[in-house]
């Protein structure tokens, strides 16, 4: 294992093209076509500052991974790379195949939520550092 997948917990980052990946059929949320178009706008700005979490899963699609997060990143970037705007590649952690629904769900929902928790964990960590 190499020291950047070892110390990434087993996870590792690379750059994908999204002809390589497949959108997840067990997503369950609504995308907002309005947030992907001002997302791709973002993207083509600023470049893609969050990646999407992917597993290994070769079918008989030819495509080599299926998106777990970041779908509205994938559409974004597949939106810019459809306009020539864009090179198709997407940077992305790849992560072990999910065992069941309910673990694939719960990687789905850290992912959209995670963030903001993390975030909420983190300041009330910096305050009370502050305050003892």
Known sequence: MSLAKTLNGGKQSLKVHINDIRANPNND???????????????EKYGQLHNGVV???????GKKY???SGEKRYRAIKLL????KHNGMMN????AKP???IEMQDV?????????????????NILSGLKG
């Open 108 to 124: 789905i929902n850290h992912s959209v939520w995670g963030a903001d928790k993390c975030l909420d964990t983190c300041e009330e």
């Open 81 to 84: 790379f459809t306009q020539g």
């Open 29 to 43: 949320y609504e995308i907002n076509e309005d947030e992907v178009i001002s997302l791709s706008l973002s993207i």
């Open 66 to 68: 299926t998106l777990i």
């Open 92 to 95: 992305v952690v790849v992560q």
């Open 55 to 61: 597993y290994e899963d070769e079918g008989e699609d």
């Open 99 to 101: 065992k069941n629904l």
